[in-house]
């Protein structure tokens, strides 16, 4: 129930960049839950030279501004700026299902965690299903859990506690694993969410996975640094 004049219970926090074409679906799939539960919806711009900030405010939904186009900092912006006891980061070409919040909620509860994924499916090209099946099966199963940042449910005192998301490479991998060292998350078995491989449609999987481990060398590196 997105309501106003209503403390949220749950902030989405949408970092965006030129994303005037997928954006709409992803604002119209969380106007579409069925819940009762009052949440609010927080787009954070890195500087979009298309139509982005537009749509969001004909949505409807608070826009905020960030300098650079880098993930980390515009979901810290949202999250600095949130209202709700939790924390629901999405990014602009991810849609969530009708029962996302309701099912998220029920999950952290029953499970006694203060950070939580979903499972998800990765839509575009038959690559994406390696994609899907590394989020879905491998990272709930590391020693430090991933919640990847298109998909990351928090609780705010906590996501506070730890430092939130930082201005490096691969931040939800930083992020997750400073939570995990002080606070307990798990994968909800639910398939919730529904994100796009246009990176993999972009770049094939085998860059996209240089890609991601050469971001994940920049990450440690900054840390030592």
């Known amino acids: ?46 500087g979009s030279t298309d139509a982005t900030r537009a749509v969001a405010q004909k949505h409807g939904v608070t826009v905020y501004h960030c300098d650079g186009t880098d993930v980390g900092p515009s979901r810290h912006i949202g999250a600095t700026h949130a209202a709700g006891e939790w ?3 999405i990014d602009a070409d991810t849609t969530v299902s009708p029962t996302y919040l309701d099912t998220m909620l029920e999950f952290v509860t029953a499970a006694s965690v203060e950070g939580a994924t979903s499972r998800c499916r990765v839509v575009g090209c038959r690559r994406a299903k390696i994609a899907e099946w590394t989020v879905n099966h491998l990272f709930p199963r590391l020693s430090k859990p991933i919640l990847p940042g298109f998909n990351c449910f ?14 490096v490479p691969n931040e939800d991998v930083g992020f997750s694993h400073r939570l995990s060292e002080d606070y307990r998350t798990a994968a909800c078995p639910t398939v919730l969410v529904e994100t796009s491989a246009r990176r993999i449609e972009s770049l094939g999987l085998t860059r996209t996975l240089m890609y991601y481990s050469i971001r994940e060398w920049q990450r440690k590196i900054s840390l030592s640094s």
């Open 87 to 89: 924390l629901a980061f």
């Open 1 to 46: 129930m997105k309501d106003d004049a209503t403390t949220p219970t749950v902030s989405f926090v949408i970092p965006t960049y030129n994303e005037r074409t997928t954006l709409p679906a992803t604002l119209r799939s969380i106007d579409a839950l069925t819940t009762t539960i009052p949440y609010e919806v927080l787009v954070v711009d890195g």
């Open 154 to 167: 928090v609780a705010t005192a906590a996501y506070f506690a730890v430092g939130g998301f930082s201005d």
